[in-house]
């Protein structure tokens, strides 16, 4: 759980991993022990000056052991960046199914529902109302699959969350919670049989806000989920709609997390469609939309304590700032209706991923917002995601460790 350095004769000679996610696998728990004492000690000497070298040099060769034996497993290359290879990462921005659902279509007697249909060749079919909607790899519903691709990009820990089609907030709001208690429970028993590798995010069904703010404390208080994901909008609603307020009300007093994850975009006419659009531009509209009607519409003034992640990068709000204050200020009977503040005003108190897709953008992203609100997150396992995750932030700050180190974890460990 953290990186430790490695001493001899007094001196600092490498850097390695202890903990107890990598002495569970190779019994480094005594040799840790051990280390602790050599590493904060001050002076190591005194009377006992040959004995504690003595014991220095055995912990020395035993990491040394240790870590061939980790090199093997994770199959490490020295010749590559060491920052990408040995820093800890936690990915905020993960989505995972379950092996199968129930047939809800069934169940509830009305289309919109997804099934998930095992091939023949270990993929899974996503269908809706009898057509395709989406094929996904065994990494998005296996979990002893993800962990081997963790291992491989050397991700630490991943912040899990459901597939957003699966929100349904059109549906009936009591049907829609049948399917997140599922979901959540899934969730929640993949944390719970791997918690150091995984932290878990619920789902609520917001069309029905006394349904969500029930499911939400259950998440928190029995399944120990350390927050939700949510859509950027609830039908016709926005996220400032007053229905929402009870629902908002009990996120701060739970203090848990909200991650806002785009959804449902207009695709009522074939222009919109063509082009893959929905997803490529459609989606950062909706997380724009998400942010500035939370902003605009008195959010965080009402709520303050609120802890609020978007995603892809905060979509085009980090870009399109300065038209959104100069609206904000130029136009107040339209955007400042329910709240004086500029949307600027409130950098600072948002965090967004690192899903920027460019170095040039990564580096606005962070000027923007900050380099303490900006926290790795890759999209894993869809095709607009990071292929490596983390490997943008390494490249594009390679020669500031300190801010590597706040993008890639301490951020979010935070």
């Not at 000056?49 to 199959?75: A, C, D, L, P, T």
Request: aromatic share 10%.
């Amino acid at each position: 759980k953290e990186f430790a350095p490695v001493y001899k004769n007094d001196e600092e000679v490498t850097r390695k991993p202890t903990g107890n996610l990598l002495a569970k696998r190779f019994k480094w728990d005594d040799v840790n022990k051990k280390q602790e004492d050599v590493r904060y000690s001050p002076v190591i000497g005194n009377n006992n000056q040959q004995q504690q070298n003595f014991e220095h040099s055995q912990i020395h060769e035993q990491m040394q052991y240790n870590q061939q034996q980790m090199e093997q497993v994770y199959n490490f290359d020295d010749s590559r960046n060491t920052t990408d290879t040995k820093m800890k990462k936690i990915d905020i921005h993960t989505h995972i199914l379950p092996s199968s659902l129930t047939g809800h279509r069934k169940q509830f007697g009305y289309n919109g529902w997804l099934e998930l249909i095992h091939r023949s060749d270990g993929k899974v079919d996503m269908i809706k109302d009898g057509e395709l909607f989406r094929v996904v790899e065994p990494n998005c519903f296996n979990v002893d699959v993800r962990l081997k691709e963790m291992d491989e990009n050397h991700i630490q820990m991943q912040v899990l969350s459901t597939v957003p089609v699966l929100f349904s907030y059109w549906a009936k709001g009591e049907d829609a919670l049948v399917l997140s208690e599922e979901l959540n429970n899934h969730i929640a028993d993949v944390c719970r049989t791997n918690p150091e590798r995984f932290i878990g995010l619920g789902t609520v069904p917001l069309q029905s806000p006394e349904l969500a703010v029930r499911e939400l404390r259950r998440c928190v208080e029995q399944l120990g989920l350390k927050g939700v994901q949510i859509g950027s909008h609830v039908n016709d609603w926005n996220l400032d709609n007053e229905q929402l307020d009870p629902f908002w009300k009990e996120v701060e007093q739970l203090d848990c997390c909200v991650f806002v994850h785009p959804w449902d975009m207009d695709m009522s006419s074939q222009r919109h469609r063509d082009y893959w659009l929905p997803w490529l531009c459609a989606m950062p509209f909706e997380t724009t939309s998400a942010i500035c009607s939370i902003l605009m519409g008195g959010i965080l003034e009402k709520y303050p304590k609120l802890r609020l992640v978007f995603a892809h990068g905060g979509g085009q709000f980090p870009f399109t700032i300065g038209r959104i204050d100069h609206g904000h200020q130029c136009r107040p009977d339209l955007c400042a209706k329910k709240n004086s503040k500029t949307p600027s005003s409130y950098i600072g108190k948002l965090y967004v991923d690192s899903l920027a897709h460019d170095k040039r953008a990564l580096k606005y992203l962070v000027d923007i917002m900050g380099n303490e609100c900006v926290m790795l997150g890759s999209d894993y396992p869809f095709p607009l995601g990071e292929d490596r995750p983390g490997q943008l932030i390494v490249e594009t700050f390679e020669n500031d460790e300190t801010l590597k180190e706040k993008l890639l974890y301490k951020n979010a460990q935070r």
